[in-house]
């Protein structure tokens, strides 16, 4: 057992950061979410997959096939503009209908977290009774492949593991994205207005923040970045379905939990090491036993460290 943990580490290792990378990701619109309103966005799963049908939708449309050099890195740009405008519309409007109202009305949080429920139900059957059969012209409940964009080439090797073209991309793609984000949140005006609303919203109303301007914000930003996680993951797995969020999104979900839920250093922390952890388990356990590791972790995490791995700092924070 230790020698094939020692044998299968280097590649386990890359595939764990890939992963993690998708990961973080998507775990940013949780724990932008919770961090401004103290919502635990279910439906944020099928914001990400329907970035994922927006990318394939593009790639059928324009995409002539594997490609390289700047033709590649226009593609690439293409399609995060694509899956993170209509990823990012899809949450502001989930917002709007989904959760709004119940926030005019003052009602419980647990309303909000049923109507999220409700509102991943109706997404996921929307896109397998509607928007697949009638925009994709296939059955809305199997499994529809992406078209391969660009050649999977090995471009160094470290510890044994082949690093790919699409290792790097994911990768690079998904730190830059993430740096982006933490720097708007930390310098800009936008991200001081976030950042007000999350520690203290009646004062940050005092001081002329617009809170249904900053939650708007927020939910845009969240699923942008799900949108930017959608395209790497078409381009990675080459496989999507109306039902694609579900186990990804709670394993996000872990993510977010894991470094600190409303921190959004600790969804990169906590996405990282979920997928490290992931992979290496699956070396002892074997692969079908991956969702397991990640829901075990779930548990433990909040059994014995709640906060998550920065949420300490962050509470300080606002202190």
Request: cysteine-free.
């Amino acid at each position: 057992m230790l020698n094939d943990f020692i044998q299968q580490f280097g590649p386990s290792t890359v595939g764990g950061l890939v992963v993690g990378s998708i990961y973080a990701l998507v775990a940013l619109g949780y724990t932008m979410v919770y961090g401004v309103l103290r919502l635990i966005n279910f439906a944020h799963s099928e914001i990400f997959m329907i970035g994922t049908f927006a990318t394939l939708f593009v790639l059928t449309l324009v995409a002539p096939g594997p490609l390289s050099g700047l033709a590649l890195v226009g593609m690439l740009v293409l399609l995060f503009v694509a899956a993170m405008a209509i990823s990012g519309g899809a949450a502001v409007l989930l917002e709007l209908l989904a959760y709004r109202p119940l926030r005019k009305r003052n009602a419980p949080r647990l309303a909000a977290l049923i109507s999220a429920i409700g509102a991943s139900v109706f997404l996921q059957e929307l896109f397998a009774l509607v928007v697949i059969p009638d925009v994709f012209n296939r059955p809305g409940r199997i499994d529809a492949p992406v078209p391969r964009l660009l050649d999977r080439d090995t471009v160094f090797t470290v510890f044994g593991a082949e690093v790919k073209t699409d290792h790097l991309v994911i990768i690079i793609s998904a730190v830059v994205m993430m740096i982006a984000l933490d720097q708007l949140v930390v310098r800009t005006r936008i991200g001081r207005g976030i950042r007000a609303t999350a520690q203290d919203p009646e004062a940050a109303v005092l001081m002329g923040v617009n809170i249904d301007t900053i939650v708007r914000l927020t939910f845009l930003l969240g699923g942008a970045m799900a949108g930017v996680a959608a395209v790497l993951y078409a381009l990675e797995f080459e496989n999507i379905s109306f039902r694609i969020g579900f186990v990804l999104g709670i394993k996000a979900f872990t993510a977010a939990v894991l470094g600190g839920i409303g921190n959004i250093r600790g969804a990169l922390v906590g996405g990282i090491a979920l997928g490290l952890v992931e992979n290496w388990g699956a070396i002892f356990f074997g692969s079908q036993w991956k969702d397991v590791i990640a829901f075990v972790i779930l548990v433990v995490v909040l059994l014995f460290r709640p906060t998550g791995i920065l949420g300490e700092s962050l509470q300080r924070a606002r202190a």
